[in-house]
């Protein structure tokens, strides 16, 4: 069974055994009823709000600032395949490792090392034989991903690449 983490806790708050959130996921991830696993241990959520971006936990049997305390910092995971992903949807961590097509140039750039989040979009580290290059995972850049093939396909600019000039 592999665990994805799709959070953290990052506090308690209020005295009433609340715990404050970290989200990885898609911001209605958290759900009423879902049962998450914090630390290895299982979870009831038994309710959620959104609070100044961040998201206020209630978990069946914390009912406590000092029940909630040994929470904070933990990673809240999930089975993957209680991930809710529908046919054709993948975690961004899926893509590590795939080949990375660049139509402009139209051959194969290198590999998808990891992927950057930031407030104005996700960011592709493509590892090339020049270097990394940091190319944004969004229209019109993003073009694609083949997932049988495990291939993202990529539309650069000049310049974008490493001693690209």
């Known amino acids: 069974m592999a665990l994805i983490e799709c959070g953290r806790i990052l506090n308690t708050h209020g005295v009433r055994g609340e715990v404050k959130a970290e989200n990885y996921c898609d911001p209605g991830f958290f759900q009423k009823g879902m049962t998450l696993r914090i630390g290895g241990a299982p979870f009831l959520v038994e309710a959620v709000r959104e609070h100044k971006g961040f998201f206020l936990l ?14 904070k910092g933990k990673p809240i995971t999930l089975p ?14 899926d893509l590590y490792g795939f080949l990375v097509y660049d139509l402009r ?26 270097g990394q290059a940091l190319i944004p995972a969004v229209a019109p850049f993003s073009q694609g991903v083949d997932l049988e093939k495990q291939r993202i396909t990529l539309r650069t600019i000049p310049g974008m690449l490493p001693n690209e000039n």
Request: negative net charge; proline residues 7%.
């Open 58 to 71: 209630t978990l069946k049997g914390v009912e406590t600032v000092e029940q909630a305390l040994p929470l």
């Open 80 to 93: 993957r395949e209680e991930m809710g992903l529908k046919p054709g949807e993948y975690l961004y961590q």
């Open 105 to 130: 140039l139209e051959k194969i750039i290198g590999t998808l090392k990891d992927v950057l989040e930031r407030p104005a979009s996700m960011i592709y580290v493509v590892e090339t034989p020049a």
